[in-house]
């Protein structure tokens, strides 16, 4: 089938090359021009995927309508930014029959909404489903074993999904939880900026493994109370994309962590990364949304201090592991008292 990609960054380019491999009729749209003009005629990203060749027969433009007219299934990979932006872009072009797939990870800070509520806000006409999982795009432009999950509220269009990214190495899931899906992406992207503070910090292995299991609590806490199930935060989009990400060589969060917890700002850790290093766009949001809906999550409370506040990468880490006492679960009871 016909497919356009919107965004020609490291993932967008990674599924450009599994979606073409499975045979299928690929246009990847950019706004930036020198940008397609470096993959038309080198038919590789030189900066963002560099060694992972595209097919002769996919086409690249910065042309929207030529893009998306007649796809039958448009891939949103832009960054969480510039989702709005984007769908407000599309929309003119797209039609009723059209598929949507957000693979981008956030939430839209000034609302609060998942991204994909941001494309159903814009384009309302539209199915749209989302992808999500343990998948740096490092490995999948290399055909190495991944498995995601692919949500959408009706079964036909997860499965639809399911069919269209499933090869012999990426293996796909369905699942009908949308929310949770999207909350457990965009918010393990905040833990990976704590995890690759402590790194920075000089913790062990010790840390890092506290992160990722306090972590995941966090995100479980809030996503179950905005109606996400809690089997997908023990799942792919959730505790999958944490560990992942957290622990990861490819990943740009944990790597803006880690410049982070050596004494660089924010913004000097994204200018070093040089890539959208989403969490920092999350953290905001992710807060704001435990404050909505009156969940404890200390861990974000953190990051957004050292993010945006000044606040000292020890001093943080000091106040987390003296916070006031309390048990790892709620919902257990003594046998006796």
């Known amino acids: 089938?016909?497919?356009?990609?919107?965004?020609?960054?490291?993932?967008?380019?990674?599924?450009?090359?599994?979606?073409?491999?499975?045979?299928?009729?690929?246009?990847v749209w950019s706004i930036d021009k020198d940008e397609i003009d470096m993959l038309t005629n080198h038919r590789e990203?030189?900066?963002?995927?560099?060694g992972v060749k595209i097919n002769e027969n996919v086409k690249f433009t910065t042309d929207v309508q030529e893009a998306v007219e007649?796809?039958?299934?448009?891939?949103?990979?832009?960054?969480?930014p510039f989702i709005r932006s984007t769908a407000k872009t599309i929309a003119p072009f797209v039609k009723d029959d059209q598929i949507?797939?957000?693979?981008?990870?956030?939430?839209?800070?000034?609302?609060?909404?998942?991204?994909?509520?941001?494309?159903s806000e814009e384009i309302p006409n539209v199915k749209v489903g989302v992808l999500s999982g343990p998948s740096h795009a490092e490995e999948v432009g290399k055909c190495m074993p991944?498995?995601?999950?692919?949500?959408?509220?009706?079964?036909?269009?997860?499965?639809?999904?399911?069919?269209?990214?499933?090869?012999?190495?990426?293996?796909?899931?369905?699942s009908p939880d949308v929310i949770g899906i999207e909350l457990g992406a965009a918010l393990k992207n905040v833990i990976a900026l704590a995890a690759g503070i402590a790194d920075g910090l000089g913790c062990g292995d010790n840390a890092k493994a506290a992160l990722i299991t306090r972590g995941i609590a966090e995100i479980t806490r809030l996503g179950t109370v905005m109606g996400g199930k809690k089997e997908s935060f023990s799942g792919l989009s959730g505790i999958g994309d944490l560990i992942v990400t957290c622990e990861s060589k490819h990943s740009r969060n944990r790597k803006a962590g880690y410049l982070i917890g050596q004494g660089k700002t924010y913004k000097e850790a994204m200018d070093e990364v040089n890539m959208v290093v989403e969490g920092v766009y999350s953290a905001k949001a992710a807060l704001k949304l435990a404050k909505k809906y009156?969940?404890?999550?200390?861990?974000?409370e953190m990051v957004n201090k050292v993010l945006f506040e000044?606040?000292?990468?020890?001093?943080?880490?000091?106040?987390?592991?003296?916070?006031?006492?309390?048990?790892?679960?709620?919902?257990?009871?003594?046998?006796?008292n």
């Open 146 to 174: 991944t498995t995601v999950v692919a949500g959408a509220h009706s079964k036909d269009v997860a499965i639809l999904i399911q069919d269209t990214f499933m090869s012999e190495f990426f293996r796909v899931y369905t």
């Open 70 to 80: 007649d796809a039958k299934i448009i891939v949103m990979v832009v960054p969480s």
């Open 45 to 50: 990203h030189l900066t963002k995927l560099p």
């Open 310 to 336: 000044d606040f000292s990468a020890k001093e943080a880490m000091y106040i987390l592991l003296t916070r006031m006492k309390t048990s790892e679960s709620h919902d257990f009871s003594w046998d006796n």
């Open 294 to 300: 009156n969940v404890e999550m200390p861990i974000v």
């Open 1 to 27: 089938m016909k497919i356009a990609v919107m965004g020609a960054g490291s993932w967008g380019i990674a599924l450009t090359v599994l979606l073409s491999g499975n045979g299928h009729d690929l246009t």
């Open 100 to 119: 949507i797939v957000n693979v981008s990870k956030g939430v839209e800070e000034a609302s609060l909404l998942t991204l994909s509520d941001v494309i």
